[in-house]
C-alpha cells in the first residue's frame, strides 16, 4: 500500500472538486475584453460589492493585480512602501522596478505589520531632491508574517497616515478572505481603507487561476488599459470566472477548518525538541517553524519528512513553512505532527 504524501508546501494546491469543475463546464462566456463575459461580469460585480468598491477587473494572478495597482498609483521614479517581507518585494521578480519604475522602501514591521507612523517617518520633506512616496501595500494576511491579520486599527491607521500625505493605499489582500473568516469582520471594512485591493483565487479559495483588482470606476479603467498593455486580457475566461464564483459561495466559511488545522498542527509540534514556534502566532492557515534547535538545517530537515512523506515549504535556511487548505484533513495533520516530532526526538 503506499502512503498518501501529506503536502504542506502552499495553499496554491488546491485542485479544483468535481463541483466546481461542473461550475466551470457550465459557465455562460463571452469576450471578455469586449464586457461581453457574464461570468466575468458577474464575478466581477460580487467582488467589487465584497469589498465596497465601484469597480473590479479579472486577472489572472493576484501578482497582476498588485502590478497594475503599482503602475496605476506609483508614478516612475516614485517610491511604494511596503513591509520587509511583503510579497510584492520578496516574490515578483522585481516587477515594480521593471514595469512601473518605482523605487521600493521596505518597512520594518511587526510579523508584516508596520504602523502609520512608520509611513509617515518614511517621507521625506518635500524638495526638488527626495523621491515622492506615492503608494503602500499592507498585505492581508501577511504571509511571511506566519499568516497575521493585519488589525483593522492597524490598517486604519496607515489608512489615515496615508491619506494626509496623498499617498494611495493598495492591499494585497491575496489570502483577505482567511483574515476576514478568522476575525469576523466583513472584508468591505479592511477595503475601505484602501483605493485599491486585490483578492487572489487560487490559493485557499480553491480556484485553478484567477485574481480580482477591484477600486474606484477610474482607477479600474487604467487598470484595464496595463492589463490589455501586459497581454492579460482575456478572451472567454469565464470559464475561470465561474471557479471563482463558485469559491465565494462554496469555499470561504470552510477556511475556518484550515484555520483549525495550522492551529492543531502549531500545538503539536511546539513542545517538540529543538523546534522554536509560538502557536499564538498562528491566526490563519500559515504555520513557520525554526528548525535550528535540532541542529539540522531547514533542507535537510524537509529532506527527512519528505522520506516520511510530509512535504513543508523551505521558507529560508532555519525555517519550514506549512500551510494548511481545502484537501488537507485533520489526518493529514496528525501524520505530519508524528513525522516532525519523531525527526526532532531523534536529534
Ligand atoms: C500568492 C501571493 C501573491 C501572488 O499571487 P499569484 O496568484 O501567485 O500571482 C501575492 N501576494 C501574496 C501575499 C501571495 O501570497
Not at 503506499?2 to 494546491?13: G, I, K, N
Not at 524638495?127 to 486604519?156: I, N, Y
Request: aromatic share 4%; proline share 4%; glycine share 10%.
Amino acid at each position: 500500500m503506499t502512503l498518501t504524501v501529506v503536502d504542506l508546501r502552499s495553499d496554491t494546491l488546491t485542485v479544483p472538486t468535481p463541483a466546481m469543475r461542473k461550475a466551470m463546464a457550465e459557465a455562460p462566456v463571452g469576450d471578455e475584453q469586449r464586457g461581453e463575459d457574464p461570468s466575468v461580469n458577474a464575478l466581477c460585480d460580487a467582488v467589487a460589492d465584497l469589498m465596497g468598491k465601484e469597480a473590479a477587473v479579472f486577472l489572472p494572478s493576484c501578482t497582476m493585480g498588485n502590478q497594475l495597482a503599482t503602475l496605476v498609483q506609483c508614478p516612475r521614479g516614485d517610491v511604494l512602501l511596503a513591509d520587509q517581507t511583503a510579497h510584492i518585494l520578496r516574490y515578483e521578480a522585481g516587477a515594480p522596478a521593471a514595469l512601473a519604475g518605482a523605487l521600493t522602501h521596505a518597512l520594518a514591521g511587526e510579523r508584516g505589520v508596520f504602523t502609520g507612523d512608520a509611513v509617515t517617518q518614511a517621507v521625506p520633506e518635500e524638495s526638488r531632491w527626495a523621491p515622492r512616496v506615492s503608494m503602500v501595500s499592507m498585505e492581508q494576511t501577511s504571509t511571511d508574517g506566519c499568516g497575521r491579520v493585519w488589525p483593522l486599527e492597524a490598517m486604519q491607521g496607515v489608512g489615515a497616515a496615508a491619506r494626509a500625505l496623498s499617498i494611495a493605499v493598495h492591499i494585497d489582500g491575496a489570502r483577505l478572505m482567511n483574515a476576514a473568516v478568522a476575525t469576523g469582520i466583513a472584508p468591505r471594512r479592511y477595503a475601505s481603507v484602501a483605493n485599491s485591493v486585490v483578492l487572489d483565487l487560487s490559493k485557499g479559495l480553491g480556484c485553478p487561476i484567477g485574481a480580482v483588482l477591484t477600486g474606484s470606476r477610474p482607477f479600474i479603467a487604467q487598470a484595464w488599459r496595463w492589463k490589455q498593455r501586459l497581454g492579460g486580457a482575456m478572451r472567454q475566461s469565464g470559464i475561470l470566472a465561474a471557479a471563482g464564483l463558485y469559491a465565494l459561495r462554496h469555499n470561504v466559511d470552510r477556511l475556518a477548518e484550515d484555520h483549525g488545522n495550522a492551529r492543531h498542527l502549531a500545538d503539536g509540534i511546539a513542545s517538540a525538541r529543538g523546534i522554536t514556534l509560538d502557536p499564538t502566532h498562528v491566526e490563519t492557515n500559515v504555520v513557520i517553524l525554526d528548525v535550528s534547535g535540532t541542529g539540522l538545517l531547514a533542507t535537510e530537515f524537509a529532506r527527512r519528512l519528505q522520506a516520511q512523506g510530509v512535504l513543508l515549504g523551505v521558507h529560508n535556511r532555519i525555517t519550514l513553512r506549512a500551510v494548511t487548505y481545502l484537501g488537507v484533513t485533520r489526518d493529514h495533520v496528525v501524520r505530519a505532527i508524528e513525522a516532525i516530532r519523531a525527526i526532532a526526538d531523534a536529534r
